[in-house]
């Protein structure tokens, strides 16, 4: 079983930079593919950011690309979400999952509550 709790929602001015946490608890011993969602209100939730859980392979959605950056820390039990030069348009709720593939998201097996992001211009 795996539990995911995001952290670091709120509300950030455009152009600024902002990062969100995703605790991750675990077996030690599993290892699983991880991503960051969002989902914008009246939109679909739409694939943000993987990395891969053996190669480290990291896969963005074309709208972050060169802004955002997925990484793991504490051994990979935090998933993070580096996002740099925000626009209005990343508003949203930022989801956490594991174990899927990429950024499909229909593939992910856990999913975490979600937290609000808010970009104001």
């Known amino acids: 079983q795996v539990q995911l709790v995001e952290s670091g929602g709120g509300s950030v001015q455009a152009g600024r930079s902002w990062r969100l946490s995703c605790e991750v608890s675990?077996?030690?011993?599993?290892?699983?593919?991880m991503a960051w969602f969002r989902q914008s209100p009246g939109k679909k939730r739409e694939g943000v950011a993987a990395?891969?859980?053996?190669?480290?392979?990291?896969y963005y959605a074309d709208s972050v690309k060169d802004r955002f950056t997925i990484f793991t820390e504490n051994a990979g039990n935090t998933l993070v979400l580096q996002m740099d030069n925000l626009k209005s348009e990343d508003t949203a709720v930022y989801y956490c999952?594991?174990?899927?593939?990429?950024?499909?998201?229909?593939?992910?097996?856990?999913w975490g509550q979600g937290t609000q992001v808010t970009v104001s211009s």
């Open positions: 999952a594991a174990g899927g593939s990429g950024l499909a998201e229909t593939t992910y097996t856990y």
């Open positions: 990395i891969h859980a053996l190669s480290r392979t990291t």
């Open positions: 675990k077996s030690p011993s599993l290892r699983y593919n």
